[in-house]
């Protein structure tokens, strides 16, 4: 399929164009710019549009979500989005250090595994250079986030690129309508220093600004650290800056518009595989414009943005990355029954490497990827309490490079890249409301998730090693099928919930990312490390999840998962069978009375095992069962003062957690002052 032109999706532009001037005078009832705080207070609890682009309650929703609300984020005592989402569900987060975290759903957490597709208010924030998430450089504080939406199992139809295994959707507080000023002080254990801010102001009738920015400083955990992370100063102190600002105001009647823009640099260390710390410098910027019209043919919402990032590694320059989004949806509710979302998407990815030597070399390459992708999601209400949502996402990719033709030490030359692939993901969801307090949902769904950049096109001698690491332009995207069952209850009694969720999971064509087995080059006379496919592997389990409260203000929960992985048809080092743990329990109990507020989080994991590079070679790490605690106790001094003490990994003074470094017991003070 080499060479097919971009002109290929023109049916599915043609079909969208159709379907959209069918549709005639609709409602106007779904526009993204909603007041959330309204319908909160209507339905009482938090609402949503991720899934279908109307306002839905999550258990509503077409796909396994749970919303974390702001109160929750504040509760949590948390300094970083990770270790919100360890404190409030079952997810698979691994820290492998002060600051550098892999997020994953139902198995699958091996360092370099781009699973997990993160959104801010709809942006992608994945790093297409090695294919992960920085959560440390993603330019948001936790005290300006409404919710956190949280999907496990491929989305990719229903949310967008490369939601193999889950989707984290991070909404931020409107700037027109929601007034959220305040300033956080923290201060801690390991040096721990931290000054964030938010500020908002209305701009005129439905217009309005928010600012915010974040300043943190603190001392790496100091155990766990072979002596070749020594040597490249992997265990150096972590520094990180952010600010972003957004301005919205309508244009007309029914018709707003928006620009944000973001900022952020972060200096750490990042966990690679085959299992060594990587000093990273990345320095980020977003730039955004978004345009939603209220119109008879429904809700037009187009937006466009660019990420950029700088990379350096130990100081040293390695590559330049950019990519552009454009996006053109429309929802229209065609009667009380049914709502289309046809949507339009274009990607444009370039990745430029700096031409650098030093612990990696860099050649004087670029690479390309293009997503031309188009879809429909249809939900249809086929009675009171039935529901039935589809989407369909169709994506043709091409993928080229240059700059490989004058590199002796490569086999490939320009030609080898140029490649283009066709995927199709898709989504299934039948919610049925059997009564006032039971819900059951059924859903299937297809994902997608294609190779990094540095998979697909690294030429990079590692002399530190003594290997080399070679891309391998022959892979293809990994798919996931995923096929579960829901059943939600009301319980008065508790005046909560109970849930359970079975799940049976295929994964096709998973690739090794840098946790292929070295080969042995006679070229070079160093040993060879060169992704390749590793197969098919199946995986299945339980998710169980209770909430509830108590009289004299105590309220509880606990988040339960289970996932059986089978190991792929063919090894490596990402050891994906026991990457994660098997079983994960989170709870939580916490108490309120007046100004004093108090919560605890547990969380217990089983064994997993994973491998490092030593000074004898790659060698395998097991983690053994282990229980962690958390905590924060704050007093509102005022309406305006917020004093709490904080403290994570309370039980031990250094305890393994992961397969990187040992995690440390930290206790901090912050004070929160809103205005």
């Not at 993160?118 to 948001?140: A, C, E, H, K, M």
């Not at 979302?341 to 860099?362: D, K, M």
């Not at 199709?424 to 859903?443: C, F, H, Q, Y």
């Amino acid at each position: 399929m080499a060479g097919t032109s971009p002109l290929s999706l023109a049916p599915a532009a043609v079909l969208m164009t159709a379907a959209m001037a069918a549709m005639g005078p609709a409602p106007r009832a779904l526009a993204e710019d909603f007041d959330r705080g309204a319908l909160e207070a209507l339905f009482g609890e938090p609402v949503t549009t991720s899934a279908t682009g109307k306002p839905q309650r999550a258990s509503d929703v077409p796909a396994a979500m749970d919303i974390i609300t702001a109160e929750q984020i504040v509760r949590s005592g948390a300094r970083d989005i990770p270790e919100v989402l360890a404190r409030y569900t079952a997810l698979d987060v691994q820290q492998y250090n002060v600051a550098d975290y892999n997020v994953t759903a139902r198995g699958y957490a091996a360092p370099n595994t781009p699973r997990m597709l993160v959104l801010v208010n709809g942006r992608q924030v994945y790093r297409d250079d090695y294919g992960r998430v920085s959560w440390q450089n993603i330019p948001v504080q936790l005290s300006e986030i409404r919710q956190i939406e949280v999907v496990r199992g491929p989305n990719s139809a229903l949310f967008g690129f490369n939601a193999g295994a889950g989707v984290i959707n991070i909404i931020t507080f409107d700037a027109v309508r929601d007034r959220i000023n305040n300033v956080v002080l923290r201060a801690g254990q390991g040096r721990y220093q931290e000054v964030s801010g938010i500020i908002s102001a209305p701009l005129g009738a439905a217009s309005g600004l928010r600012l915010s920015t974040g300043l943190r400083d603190q001392r790496a955990w100091r155990s766990g650290y072979s002596s070749l992370d020594d040597l490249l100063d992997s265990d150096r102190a972590t520094r990180h800056g952010q600010f972003a600002g957004e301005v919205a105001f309508g244009v007309a009647e029914g018709v707003r518009a928006s620009i944000d823009a973001s900022y952020s640099r972060s200096i750490d260390s990042e966990l690679q595989l085959p299992g060594i710390f990587i000093p990273w410098d990345l320095e980020s910027w977003s730039l955004r414009g978004r345009v939603t019209a209220d119109t008879r043919a429904g809700i037009v919402e187009a937006s466009i943005y660019h990420n950029a990032l700088d990379a350096k590694l130990a100081s040293v320059p390695t590559n330049q990355q950019g990519v552009t989004v454009v996006q053109l949806s429309n929802t229209v509710k065609l009667n009380a029954a049914h709502t289309l979302r046809p949507f339009l998407e274009y990607r444009h990815n370039e990745i430029t490497g700096a031409g650098s030597s030093g612990i990696l070399a860099v050649p004087s390459t670029r690479t390309s990827v293009d997503v031309a992708a188009g879809g429909v999601m249809w939900n249809w209400v086929l009675r009171p309490g039935l529901e039935w949502t589809a989407a369909t996402r169709y994506d043709h990719l091409w993928y080229g490079a240059s700059g490989y033709d004058q590199l002796a030490a490569s086999p490939y030359d320009d030609d080898d890249f140029r490649r283009s692939w066709e995927t199709l993901s898709w989504n299934l969801g039948l919610v049925w409301k059997a009564t006032e307090a039971d819900t059951i949902r059924a859903g299937a769904a297809r994902g997608v998730v294609t190779p990094s950049d540095y998979d697909l096109s690294a030429i990079s001698p590692v002399p530190l090693l003594g290997l080399s690491v070679l891309g391998n332009p022959r892979l293809k995207p990994t798919t996931v099928d995923n096929y579960e069952i829901e059943y939600r209850r009301r319980v008065e009694a508790i005046n909560g919930r109970f849930g359970v969720i079975g799940f049976f999971q295929v994964n096709r064509g998973i690739n090794t990312s840098l946790g292929a087995l070295p080969t042995y080059s006679p070229a070079t006379g160093t040993a060879l490390l060169s992704p390749y496919s590793i197969g098919s592997s199946h995986a299945h389990g339980l998710e169980l999840s209770l909430r509830g409260e108590w009289q004299a203000g105590f309220d509880w929960g606990a988040e339960y998962r289970l996932a059986m992985v089978e190991e792929a048809d063919a090894p490596s080092y990402a050891a994906f069978s026991r990457a994660s743990p098997r079983h994960l329990l989170s709870t939580r109990l916490g108490w309120g009375q007046d100004a004093l507020r108090a919560d605890i989080f547990a969380r217990y994991s089983t064994e997993m095992r994973g491998y490092r590079i030593m000074e004898s070679g790659i060698l395998p790490v097991s983690v053994g069962d282990y229980v962690s605690v958390s905590s924060r106790v704050g007093y509102k001094i005022n309406q305006q003062l917020t004093v709490a003490v904080e403290g994570s990994s309370l039980l031990h003074q250094r305890q393994r957690q992961s397969i990187g470094a040992e995690a440390e017991r930290r206790l901090f003070v912050s004070l929160r002052m809103d205005f």
